[in-house]
């Protein structure tokens, strides 16, 4: 069955730039919409923004202006770059995969925590 | 402070009935979508669209909505039940996906 598996650093020093990957397993994304998500521990979930397997994306209006989210269709992988990074930066991010509305998350990976500390 | 309102905390006696309710304009345009969240664990999509379950959520839990407000109710709470609840669904503009604040469901 498809699966999804955020990778990257699990360490990010504060003004630096936060970089994951997600790679898509057991099937192909090349269809459907790519998000990310996250959640500072303790908190609530904040969508951060998604991508389309074509390439078209959007953006968290509240992280816009720091936030990068891309694919590469070979790799059956997608990205997100969050810049300038602080400490309320520091969460668990998931990606998941809107399946039949871009609203519709119905697979998640299991999330890992990015913390920003020095 | 998020688009969509939910209440922070809601219990349930064992087998009883349970409605958690997600508030915002929105709704009156876009169905809600429902997650469950337990402790260590990623979210999990329960209830989407008018009122779909995905392969594998048990009927017990049902969606609804009206006017500006969405409802998950889950008919005869289990003690698996125990867990955070988030809505989402498109922000007010419709451009952008909004969650709720989530609801932590006891199970008594």
């Known amino acids: 069955q498809v699966q999804l598996q955020e990778s990257g650093p699990g360490l990010v020093k504060p003004s630096e730039t936060l970089s994951l990957t997600c790679t898509v397993s057991?099937?192909?994304?090349?269809?459907?919409?790519w998000s990310w998500i996250r959640q500072p521990p303790g908190k609530g979930l904040e969508w951060i923004g998604y991508?389309?397997?074509?390439?078209?994306?959007n953006y968290n209006p509240s992280l816009k202006s720091r936030v990068t989210i891309s694919v590469d269709t070979s790799k059956n992988q997608f990205s997100l770059k969050l810049n300038s990074v602080t400490a309320a930066d520091t969460a668990f991010y998931y990606c998941?995969?809107?399946?039949?509305?871009?609203?519709?998350?119905?697979?998640w990976g299991r999330g890992t925590l990015v913390t920003v500390s020095s | 402070s998020s688009e969509l309102t939910q209440d922070p905390a809601v219990s349930v006696a064992l087998g009883q009935t349970v409605r958690i309710t997600c508030q915002g304009d929105?709704?009156?345009?876009?169905?809600a979508n429902w997650y469950q969240q337990k402790p260590g664990q990623a979210p999990g999509l329960v209830i989407y669209?008018?009122?779909n379950r995905p392969s594998g959520i048990p009927d017990r839990f049902s969606g609804s909505s009206s006017g500006n407000t969405a409802s998950l109710t889950i008919t005869g709470a289990q003690a698996e039940d125990e867990a955070d609840y988030y809505c989402?669904?498109?922000?007010?503009?419709?451009?952008?996906?909004?969650f709720g604040g989530g609801t932590k469901l006891t199970v008594l």
């Open positions: 057991g099937g192909s994304i090349s269809s459907y919409y």
């Open positions: 989402n669904s498109r922000d007010s503009s419709g451009n952008h996906v909004v």
């Open positions: 998941a995969r809107g399946r039949t509305t871009v609203t519709t998350l119905d697979l």
């Open positions: 929105s709704l009156r345009s876009y169905y």
């Open positions: 669209g008018k009122n």
């Open positions: 991508i389309y397997y074509s390439g078209s994306t």
